[in-house]
């Protein structure tokens, strides 16, 4: 009887670490080469130990995607736990590395107390196989020390953490929500309002990104557009150079930013009265607001739709054979779509 009560007390301590990890809804996404889904729950498992009698909040619901870029892997993790949401980004050379990193965060975000290294846990499995007839084993005697363990191979540095009040820890090494970026890109559109009628533009652009705050420098052209009245008529295009600080909140793939603008535009009229030729180069500033949705196409490559609405505090009024011509409007819009590419990730080490 003494032999069956001590292999279910086993079996208990096994099952419940075992459940505690099973327990979660764990959805990993990663290349062939890096560990299976079966292989991170058991890290999980050996992080935890025997589970907690109880956890007031369960256990959280967690989503892990790793992607392979020249320079290693990334993983975007993230978990939800009592209606609170939390996301690391991690990057690695190995994927062994990620999948450790990952491991350690996920059991942290159920247990606190959680070891930092992984103990490798019993499986329900084996356990189960065991009959009543488990062997008895004897206690130790008090002035007996227990029997020595052979060493283990030295393990692979774990992942060490700065301690963040209200989070999980961050691994070291693991870029923060505002690591930088910096990117490169291209895109069209259509503007009303500034120009006599619609006109086409093109733009380029370079944008820094740090987290969830973004600076973009952009040059555009937009023209050509056409004048007319009684005198003759003139064709009408324009340049800017813009500054675009924008706050971006990104997910896993696709991200939604809200921008302000400031723009120096220079608009370029030429025309042909009923005598005479008549050219004019006037400069002039302009403000706006927009929204842009981005979405990532493939690693490094990033699609976009933008919609703005921009004031011009000064409009010029353009005269022609002495007779008005055009003159811009208060209010103007502008529709772009455009693409661009990521070249680089910064990091900071904790």
């Given at each position: 009887?003494?032999?069956?009560?001590?292999?279910?007390?086993?079996?208990?301590?096994?099952?419940?670490?075992?459940?505690?990890?099973?327990?979660?809804?764990?959805?990993?996404?990663?290349?062939?080469?890096?560990?299976?889904?079966?292989?991170?729950?058991?890290?999980?498992?050996?992080?935890?130990?025997?589970?907690?009698?109880?956890?007031?909040?369960?256990?959280?619901?967690?989503?892990?995607?790793?992607?392979?870029?020249?320079?290693?892997?990334?993983?975007?993790?993230?978990?939800?736990?009592?209606?609170?949401?939390?996301?690391?980004?991690?990057?690695?050379?190995?994927?062994?590395?990620?999948?450790?990193?990952?491991?350690?965060?996920?059991?942290?975000?159920?247990?606190?107390?959680?070891?930092?290294?992984?103990?490798?846990?019993?499986?329900?499995?084996?356990?189960?196989?065991?009959?009543?007839?488990?062997?008895?084993?004897?206690?130790?005697?008090?002035?007996?020390?227990p029997a020595a363990?052979?060493?283990?191979?030295?393990?692979?540095?774990?992942?060490?953490?700065?301690?963040?009040?209200?989070?999980?820890?961050?691994?070291?090494?693991?870029?923060?929500?505002?690591?930088?970026?910096?990117?490169?890109?291209?895109?069209?559109?259509?503007?009303?309002?500034?120009?006599?009628?619609?006109?086409?533009?093109?733009?380029?652009?370079?944008?820094?990104?740090?987290?969830?705050?973004?600076?973009?420098?952009?040059?555009?052209?937009?023209?050509?557009?056409?004048?007319?009245?009684?005198?003759?008529?003139?064709?009408?295009?324009?340049?800017?150079?813009?500054?675009?600080?924008?706050?971006?909140?990104?997910?896993?793939?696709?991200?939604?930013?809200?921008?302000?603008?400031?723009?120096?535009?220079?608009?370029?009229?030429?025309?042909?009265?009923?005598?005479?030729?008549?050219?004019?180069?006037?400069w002039n500033a302009?403000?706006?607001?927009?929204?842009?949705?981005?979405?990532?196409?493939?690693?490094?490559?990033?699609?976009?739709?933008?919609?703005?609405?921009?004031?011009?505090?000064?409009?010029?009024?353009?005269?022609?054979?002495?007779?008005?011509?055009?003159?811009p409007e208060s209010?103007?819009?502008?529709?772009?779509?455009?693409?661009?590419?990521?070249?680089?990730?910064?990091?900071?080490?904790?």
């Amino acid at each position: 009887m003494r032999r069956a009560g001590l292999g279910l007390a086993v079996w208990m301590v096994a099952a419940a670490a075992h459940a505690e990890a099973d327990s979660l809804s764990f959805a990993w996404v990663a290349p062939e080469t890096c560990p299976t889904r079966e292989e991170v729950l058991a890290r999980v498992r050996g992080h935890l130990g025997a589970a907690p009698d109880s956890l007031p909040n369960g256990a959280p619901e967690v989503v892990a995607e790793v992607t392979q870029s020249a320079t290693g892997y990334a993983l975007e993790l993230k978990w939800t736990l009592a209606e609170a949401s939390e996301s690391r980004h991690i990057e690695a050379s190995t994927c062994n590395e990620v999948a450790r990193a990952a491991a350690l965060v996920i059991a942290l975000a159920i247990d606190p107390n959680a070891r930092l290294d992984a103990t490798p846990q019993p499986s329900v499995e084996s356990q189960t196989s065991t009959d009543a007839s488990v062997p008895a084993i004897p206690p130790p005697s008090r002035a007996t020390p227990p029997a020595a363990v052979p060493p283990s191979p030295a393990p692979l540095p774990e992942p060490k953490f700065a301690e963040a009040r209200g989070a999980a820890p961050t691994p070291r090494g693991a870029t923060r929500e505002w690591s930088g970026r910096a990117t490169i890109g291209l895109e069209g559109g259509v503007e009303v309002g500034a120009l006599p009628e619609p006109a086409a533009g093109l733009g380029v652009g370079a944008e820094a990104e740090w987290g969830q705050v973004a600076l973009g420098l952009q040059a555009r052209w937009f023209g050509v557009a056409q004048a007319e009245n009684a005198a003759g008529h003139a064709h009408f295009s324009e340049g800017m150079l813009a500054l675009v600080p924008c706050a971006t909140q990104r997910w896993a793939r696709a991200g939604l930013s809200g921008c302000v603008t400031a723009e120096l535009a220079a608009t370029y009229a030429t025309g042909r009265g009923v005598d005479h030729p008549d050219t004019r180069l006037v400069w002039n500033a302009r403000l706006g607001a927009g929204w842009r949705v981005q979405v990532t196409a493939s690693r490094g490559l990033r699609v976009g739709l933008g919609a703005w609405v921009l004031g011009m505090p000064q409009r010029p009024q353009y005269v022609l054979g002495g007779v008005d011509l055009f003159r811009p409007e208060s209010l103007q819009a502008r529709l772009l779509a455009g693409f661009d590419y990521e070249w680089g990730r910064g990091r900071r080490a904790e």
